[in-house]
């Protein structure tokens, strides 16, 4: 099992629509999670960061945490052409011997379509 | 100027040879990655560093070696390049529990 999985997609989406974007990890002792947005040939950029259990917010954007379950979601109101990308789920591992790593997932292809 | 930056940010090489990539951070994070990223494969780890001659491996290290005598560099080196080196090349800091910030990326070619 990976340590951090994503659907690959492609995810289609009309614009103006939700788009959601899901991520499971494998280790119960991370604390930090983060997602990443990177357009073909750039560097990835960080979107959102969560720490706690529950919602944040901010703009179009929403990250949901579920730490029993595993669980990392982004939620893309409102989704324009621009925010065609791939989606990159990362995981910290805070704790023990990888301390400081940085986990990835593969991440998900989204497509806004006008 | 502050920030993290990859040098060089396109490289040709040969079969065999030695290829340094190089990172330099200004913020005096602990924490350093190497990552490459192929079509199909998302970010994979090669080596992360914690802190000054402090080094581990990653998921794929087979074939490169990594050095960090000062905080702030941390190069990326191909000892005898072959064809599936061929990649982005991706170094990042951060600081505990924080997000990781990402150089510009180097494109390696081995032909």
């Known amino acids: 099992q990976k340590e951090v999985e994503q659907n690959s997609g492609p995810l289609s989406v009309p614009e103006g629509a939700i788009a959601s974007l899901n991520c499971t990890y494998s280790d119960r002792v991370s604390q930090s999670f983060f997602w990443y947005r990177q357009y073909s040939g750039k560097s990835p950029e960080l979107i959102m960061s969560i720490y706690s259990n529950g919602d944040k917010e901010d703009g179009r954007f929403t990250a949901q945490l579920n730490k029993a379950s595993q669980y990392v979601s982004l939620l893309i109101r409102d989704s324009q052409p621009s925010d065609s990308a791939t989606y990159l789920c990362a995981v910290g591992k805070d704790y023990g011997g990888s301390q400081g790593n940085l986990i990835f997932g593969k991440g998900t292809k989204l497509s806004v379509k006008p | 100027d502050a920030g993290i930056t990859q040098s060089p940010r396109y490289k040709i090489t040969e079969t065999g040879r030695q290829v340094t990539l190089m990172c330099h951070q200004t913020w005096s994070h602990s924490y350093m990655f190497w990552y490459r990223q192929d079509l199909g494969h998302g970010l994979r780890l090669i080596y992360y560093s914690a802190a000054a001659d402090i080094t581990d491996k990653g998921e794929v290290p087979d074939g490169y070696v990594v050095s960090r005598s000062k905080t702030e560099n941390f190069p990326l080196t191909l000892e005898s390049a072959t064809r599936s080196q061929t990649s982005v090349y991706f170094c990042?800091?951060?600081?505990?529990?924080?997000?990781?910030?990402f150089g510009q990326g180097t494109r390696l070619t081995v032909v």
């Open positions: 990042a800091s951060r600081t505990g529990g924080s997000e990781a910030f």
